[in-house]
């Protein structure tokens, strides 16, 4: 049971490093594009991309997903990944469903 926690643990830190590491790097490649995508404001995006790569590494350390899905209901991640008819537009449809979501980005919104 011990050993579940530490590997749970350990995943949740590198899926916050590889999270942030992702953020950092589109905000640098094309700031308005992932302010969309991660749905963050002028603010949140000087912040993350003032980061150094240690202060990355102790941000991502905590224990709490630092990240959550977009869909604001179940409903709308069901009707994104049940698309009977072309699956290309399923990436359309997610596309079209995360932009009409006004809701921000948990670590928008600290």
Do not use: C, W
């Amino acid at each position: 049971m011990e050993m579940d926690k530490i590997s749970v643990q350990d995943e949740i830190q590198e899926l916050n490093l590889t999270y942030l590491l992702l953020v950092q790097r589109m905000l640098n490649e094309d700031r308005a594009t992932a302010m969309f995508r991660f749905k963050i404001n002028g603010a949140m995006a000087d912040l993350l991309q003032s980061l150094s790569a240690k202060q990355l590494a102790q941000l991502a350390r905590s224990n709490q997903v630092l990240f959550g899905l977009h869909f604001s209901n179940a409903g709308q991640l069901a009707r994104a990944t049940s698309n009977q008819h072309e699956q290309s537009l399923s990436q359309v449809h997610a596309a079209l469903l995360l932009a009409s979501s006004p809701r921000l980005n948990s670590v928008a919104a600290a």
